[in-house]
């Protein structure tokens, strides 16, 4: 048997269990996969769309809102999965051998599958706010593929430090925080001065983020492409991300080798 | 090493695991650490050395050895699980690494579940699973219980569902197994002997770890016993048989340091016991009588002490023994100065294994130990054949026609 197969194998039979341990013993179930991003939206669009009068300078600041709100939750919940999988797990890597990356792979599907659903609910509201289809839509593949990856990388650094250093995650919870207002997502890239502006776009959230909204809602966002005037100033946080991944990719092999012995 | 198929092959292995002075787990900690310029911050402690074992196919193979000996993570490092620090584990063939039972169990999933879980560990997917499921459940005995969820079960249950999963779904060329037979009722172990049966048969490659030598010496063709990571024996099974029983001897007589006393030995001393003897010290048939003899100086006058003696097998289970106030014997005086000895014999109906000797003298009243001393002397019991009970007594069998 390859150990490609086995380990996909694996991998999805930790996903099926996660998804069905998720919910267990609550009375709704699956559906708060869909109904926290709804009131998490719904409390949103109250403060600061209708309360505190954000504006966007797009018309439909709600989407453009939910939207971020969305790929947020999935950056935050991925790479927070992702921190603990391999100490949650040490049970298993102390009793049998099977490749470790698979414990990471499938926190973040778990995190995309409710990431899905979401965007289910969002297509929803994108729908009644009045969408534009046409083949621009397509960019959001590679976009959501730039995010996968992205969470990808920071797990397999994260859950591998957090083996060996175990405030890691207080530390994460204290950058996720700070993540947070780097990435325009309560805010509008235009309320900030030009050098500024550049700066923040080579933080690949804010760039996936971006895009989306360009793709999704309206073409008035601003992207990495009009704040630097050139689109190929995309490639850099790609690259980033892309680098990334290998860089943790290997330092997650060379410490996986130790992780029974050290969990 | 010969052209035969060697299926396992260890070579010149040495694991250490590093033990940290402070385990850093903390940032502080880290930095710290970085400023404490280069010092190594890590001891190593050496869990195998020095290891060199062929396993050919088809092999039923034992590894024994006492707990700590490294028997364990010997079989960890040929699952994979830990890495070698220096050396090479080669296999060739598809391997189970069967190290527990019910790897994956999770008691909030159901049975079903669970088996679908456990059966992805061993890397079947679910297709090849849904297949074999009836089997499973039937062999588990647990058809109307699949639905329920798995802390629900007893842990018998639980044991049993692990168990069929691992008969049915474990076919490998090569398997580890290790300790199985310490958890679980009699009914199980039986299985568990019918399953190591069938697998011999079947000729199929086990590693086998245990610590119990009956269990080694009625399966296995070869084995290995480590003792301080350190392979002290490798060979045909009888051979490794009679180091591990004369390790426990010689544990014994060692015993004679100030520490290993201190440990195993208590009492206030107006009674010492200065000599214990067994004979014989290694029993070939059963109904041989089996001689003890205690000799115990007198250091101070005591009336009517108890006498004791308890019989244990390798796993500490006490076997059998009496003493003199269960009887109602009274022993009388016992003046300062004198050496008295107290003998027991008894048939032995105890089957083959390693037994070891606690000795006793206090009180009449229980409330003070003149002299305790656990494993004082060991004797052991080899027969040809084995069989599954611990004692024989003598049996008279008519068969009427």
């Known amino acids: ?263 | 090493m010969s052209a035969e198929n060697t299926v396992i092959s260890i070579k010149k292995l040495r694991k250490e695991f590093k033990l940290p002075h402070q385990k850093i787990s903390s940032v502080k900690g880290l930095f710290t650490n970085i400023f404490a310029l280069g010092g190594n911050q890590y001891e190593s402690q050496v869990a195998l050395r020095d290891i060199n074992i062929d396993i050919k196919e088809g092999e039923f193979f034992g590894i024994v050895g006492r707990n700590g000996s490294g028997k364990s993570t010997l079989l960890k490092i040929i699952a994979g699980i830990y890495n070698p620090t220096k050396g090479s584990v080669k296999i060739n063939g598809r391997l189970v690494p069967f190290i527990e039972l019910g790897v994956g169990f999770n008691p909030e999933l159901t049975g079903r579940e669970n088996v679908y879980l456990n059966g992805a560990m061993l890397g079947f997917a679910r297709t090849e699973i849904k297949s074999k499921y009836d089997k499973i459940v039937e062999f588990a005995e647990l058809e109307r219980f699949m639905d329920q969820k798995l802390k629900n079960y007893s842990s018998g249950m639980q044991v049993r569902l692990a168990f069929a999963c691992a008969t049915i779904l474990a076919e490998s060329d090569i398997l580890l197994i290790d300790e199985v037979l310490a958890v679980g009722d009699a009914d199980f172990q039986r299985k568990c002997f019918n399953y190591f049966k069938k697998l011999k048969k079947e000729k199929k490659t086990i590693v086998f770890v245990s610590h119990d030598m009956n269990a080694v010496r009625e399966y296995c063709d070869r084995a290995v016993l480590i003792e301080d990571s350190r392979i002290i024996k490798q060979g045909k099974v009888a051979e490794v048989a009679s180091a591990y029983t004369k390790m426990f001897m010689k544990e014994n007589e060692n015993s004679s340091t100030e520490d290993k006393i201190r440990k195993k030995r208590w009492g206030n001393n107006d009674l010492k016991i200065e000599k214990v003897l067994v004979t014989p010290s290694s029993v070939k048939q059963r109904d041989k009588k089996i001689k003890i003899e205690a000799s115990f100086k007198v250091n101070k006058t005591t009336r009517n002490p108890v006498f004791g003696f308890v019989v244990k097998n390798a796993a500490g289970t006490n076997m059998l023994g009496t003493n003199t106030k269960l009887w109602g014997i009274d022993t009388g005086a016992f003046e300062e100065g004198k050496t008295k000895t107290v003998t027991w014999t008894f048939d032995n109906m105890l089957n083959d294994g390693d037994y070891t000797i606690d000795v006793a003298a206090h009180d009449s009243e229980s409330a003070q130990e003149y002299d305790w001393w656990e494993d004082a002397v060991g004797f052991s019991v080899f027969r040809e054949i084995h069989a599954d009970y611990v004692v024989e007594p003598t049996f008279t069998t008519d068969i009427r026609h």
């Open chain 1, 1 to 263: 048997m390859s150990k490609y197969r086995y380990a996909s194998i694996l991998l999805k039979e930790l996903v099926i269990t996660d998804f069905k341990l998720r919910y267990q013993n609550s009375f709704l179930g699956y559906l708060w996969s869909v109904l926290k991003p709804l009131f998490l939206f719904a409390i949103l669009y109250i403060v600061f769309i209708k309360f505190l009068r954000v504006d966007f300078g797009v018309k439909n600041s709600g989407n453009y809102l939910l939207l971020a709100t969305v790929i947020w939750g999935f950056f935050a919940e991925g790479t927070g999965l992702c921190i603990g999988s391999i100490v949650g797990k040490g049970d298993l890597l102390r009793k049998i051998s099977f490749p470790r990356y698979v414990v990471v792979l499938s926190s973040v599907a778990s995190a995309a599958i409710n990431l899905f659903l979401n965007m289910l609910v969002v297509s929803v509201f994108l729908v009644v706010g009045g969408i534009d289809f046409d083949l621009r839509i397509l960019w959001i593949i590679p976009l959501f593929i730039e995010l996968l990856v992205l969470v990808l990388g920071l797990g397999f650094v994260l859950s591998a430090a957090f083996v060996k250093l175990r405030d890691i995650s207080y530390l994460w919870d204290v950058v996720l925080q700070a993540l947070f207002y780097l990435t325009p997502i309560l805010y509008s890239v235009s309320i900030l001065p030009a050098y500024a502006q550049k700066i923040l776009m080579m933080n690949p959230l804010a760039q996936i983020m971006q895009d989306l909204r360009y793709v999704l809602v309206s073409t008035e966002s601003p992207t990495i492409g009009t704040v630097y005037g050139n689109d190929l100033y995309r490639l850099i946080p790609i690259a980033g991300v892309v680098i990334l991944l290998v860089v943790a990719a290997l330092y997650f092999r060379a410490s996986s080798k130790n992780f029974a012995e050290e969990v």
